[in-house]
């Protein structure tokens, strides 16, 4: 049986708020979720600028959390009245990537697309293998990660992409060490969690980059002990004044070109780029090679490296001990009707995250 439902569809052209979606009961390895929030990210809207290409019409949205509604057969975990959070990996559990504890590696996990929605009679796809700008959505078991009852719903959301992206990145990809110089290239939801992640690791200084010197306060309230908004040389020349021979290592989270170039600029020796942005396809970043000799390196970071039905509760766990900050992430709060605004707010920078109750 399929459930009509709201949700948030692009249908190639343009964004509808509509009230007619459908989804289908769970098949084999499958579990039907009642979305409880949702945050609103970047990548979200990529889709809709064309910077991600993307088949329509598609329902949006990839970070959420809820409550299982149903599952499919032969699933066992989780259960019906679970409250999960939702990973966009949808990594198969048999191939040598996932033996290893690698589930991004997965090959099952890229370029696959499902249409588990239907409008007016015709298929609808889904986005990231999750789309929870929605009431209800559908995902493998394995992307349904259960967390405590006691978890406020739009804390939850978050881990399942910001959270998972940006501390991950520290800590799985880049593995920073106690002590370790950082810069954070852009202050926005994956930034704010590079640099928790950064504060978490012990690293010193942080120090946060960001065009807009209004994102200064909540940069330092996360962790970052320095703020810098120069660009180019004279933003060379600021962070050499804290760190003399440069940093080791260098987060870019906006997903430009040029500042990934920049990143490099920054870097002492054995030091390494870490690029967590993602920018449109087929772009080129260039860089002077001669000055990478000195064993420095360039990082390419999906999703954090996360093991996600590990580091979910990992990060849970954090929050609870008032390590890792969530609540503090969410800026607004809105309803799904209310798309438009949110998207509004986003590109004016004056969220952290944004995220749909519903």
């Known amino acids: 049986m399929l459930r009509a ?24 390895g499958e579990v039907r979720v009642r979305i409880q929030a949702a945050g609103l990210c970047h990548s979200d809207l990529a889709v809709v600028e064309g910077v991600i290409p993307y088949p329509a019409p598609v329902v949006l949205g990839h970070e959420g959390a809820g409550v299982v509604d149903a599952v499919g057969p032969g699933v066992t975990h989780p259960q019906v009245g679970d409250r999960v ?17 690698r589930p991004t590696h997965c090959l099952e996990s890229f370029g696959r697309v499902f249409q588990p929605f239907r409008r007016g009679g015709e298929p609808v796809y889904n986005f990231a293998a999750t789309s929870v700008f929605c009431e209800y959505t559908l995902v493998d078991a394995v992307q349904a990660v259960v967390v405590p009852d006691d978890l406020p ?11 998972l992206t940006g501390v991950g990145a520290v800590l799985n ?3 920073v060490e106690a002590g370790e110089r950082v810069a954070v290239i852009g202050v926005g939801g994956i930034g704010l969690n590079v640099i928790q992640g950064a504060r978490l690791a012990g690293a010193q200084p942080i120090v946060a980059i960001d065009a807009n010197p209004d994102k200064e306060a909540v940069a ?10 120069a660009t180019g040389d004279a933003l060379r020349d600021a962070l050499f004044a804290i760190c003399p021979l440069g940093v080791d290592y260098a987060f870019e989270c906006v ?23 993602v920018p449109p396809p087929g772009t080129e970043a260039s860089f002077d090679v001669g000055a990478m000799y000195q064993d420095k390196g360039i990082l390419m970071c999906r999703y954090g490296g996360s093991r996600p039905q590990h580091d979910v509760l990992r990060y849970v766990e954090l929050y609870r001990e008032g390590r ?22 986003l590109n004016a920078g004056v969220l952290a995250r944004g995220v749909f109750e519903l």
């Open 5 to 28: 439902m709201r949700g948030v569809l692009f249908d190639g052209k343009r964004v509808h708020v509509v009230d007619d979606l459908e989804v289908r009961e769970p098949e084999a």
């Open 153 to 163: 719903p739009s804390a939850a959301a978050l881990v399942g992409c910001a959270v």
């Open 255 to 277: 997903g430009a070109r040029g500042l990934v170039q920049t990143a490099t600029t920054l870097l002492d020796r054995g030091g390494n780029v870490v690029v967590l942005g």
């Open 220 to 229: 330092r309230r996360f962790g970052a002990t320095h703020f810098l908004t």
């Open 85 to 101: 959070v939702l990973s966009t990996i949808r990594n198969c559990g048999r191939c040598e990537a996932c033996n290893r504890g």
């Open 324 to 345: 890792l900050l969530l609540d503090e992430l969410v800026t607004r709060t809105y309803p799904l009707e209310d798309f438009e605004r949110a998207t509004a707010d």
């Open 173 to 175: 990809r880049a593995r």
